[in-house]
């Protein structure tokens, strides 16, 4: 197995300190969608980045998990950026964004169903017919339960990720905001998630933000809205550890911070801890792995 691998989102606002530090970042990724209509220049400043420290990238706006066809113009635009690029890998979210020539201008969660299934394997066949390499899929965060789904969420993405062969891309704090808002285990949850298919995960933050009141079931209750402008706390951690302890391949951990950065030193702290959780999880994971041979053998 190679190493597991932990680095940062890059933004404008984090560029300088992420090439002042070559020594703790392992890895870096850049937002696709960023460079859809980047002039060349633009792009050979990533590829002159990517030759300083591993790059990987990530789209935000494909809309694939619909029965609607994703977005033409969108796939052109990312087929020429990936052309250029020439990525280790990539990665998109099961999300829905737009249908009919309307942008709902978020990242939403589509009715979890055998249609939305389907519709996002069409999608992917449209993707890889136009850049050849699929996308690592990433789960998203979502405030309400989206109405009309027949299937869990954990068996939604395994009927996506089984359908199209395609790796996963896990976001704990996505995960862990998704178990609290509706009343799931954290660590029950992740372990109903395809596990065996993650190869890429990410890290952020959140803050608790008032129920909607058509929601609520009782005054002053809250949910966690995932905003990438905090710290990643702490169950998130254990969740990684959890995670590393299960997983069957290489990890590479993504800290994601859009805004109201800290202090450079605080997002490498944030870094080495997320070593020592991966770290950790890969002691317990071989420490199990050992005492069940040795038990075999016995």
Not at 138 to 148: R, S, V
Not at 155 to 167: K, N, R
Not at 188 to 209: A, D, K, Q
């Amino acid at each position: 197995m190679a190493p597991d691998r932990v680095g940062l989102g890059w933004r404008p606002g984090l560029a300088a300190h992420i090439l002042s530090h070559p020594d703790r970042i392992d890895v870096v990724e850049v937002i696709l969608d960023d460079y859809f209509r980047a002039p060349a220049r633009a792009l050979r400043s990533v590829r002159t980045l990517a030759a300083q420290i591993p790059v990987l990238y990530h789209g935000v706006g494909l809309g694939l998990a619909s029965s609607h066809p994703v977005d033409k113009r969108r796939l052109e635009n990312l087929a020429r950026v990936l052309d250029i690029l020439s990525p280790e890998i990539w990665s998109e979210h099961l999300a829905f964004v737009r249908a009919g020539g309307r942008e709902i201008g978020h990242l939403a969660a589509p009715p979890r169903s055998e249609a939305t299934v389907n519709g996002a394997l069409e999608n992917l066949l449209r993707i890889r017919k136009a850049v050849s390499v699929l996308p690592a899929l990433e789960n998203i965060a979502t405030l309400i339960d989206p109405p009309g789904s027949k299937l869990s969420e954990p068996a939604w993405t395994q009927g996506i990720l089984e359908g199209s062969g395609c790796d996963m891309l896990l976001d704990l704090h996505n995960l862990y905001a998704n178990a609290l808002n509706f009343g799931q285990d954290p660590v029950v949850y992740l372990r109903t998630f395809p596990l065996e298919r993650v190869r890429l995960v990410h890290l952020s933050g959140g803050n608790w933000i008032p129920e909607p009141p058509a929601f609520a079931a009782h005054p002053g209750a809250r949910r966690l809205l995932d905003d990438h402008v905090h710290d990643v706390p702490d169950p998130v951690y254990a969740l990684l550890e959890l995670l590393a302890e299960k997983a069957e391949a290489s990890l590479t951990v993504i800290i994601e911070r859009d805004g109201e950065y800290p202090a450079f030193g605080i997002l490498l702290d944030q870094i080495d801890r997320a070593r020592a959780a991966l770290a950790r999880g890969r002691a317990l994971g071989r420490s199990f792995t050992g005492g069940r041979l040795e038990r075999a053998r016995a």
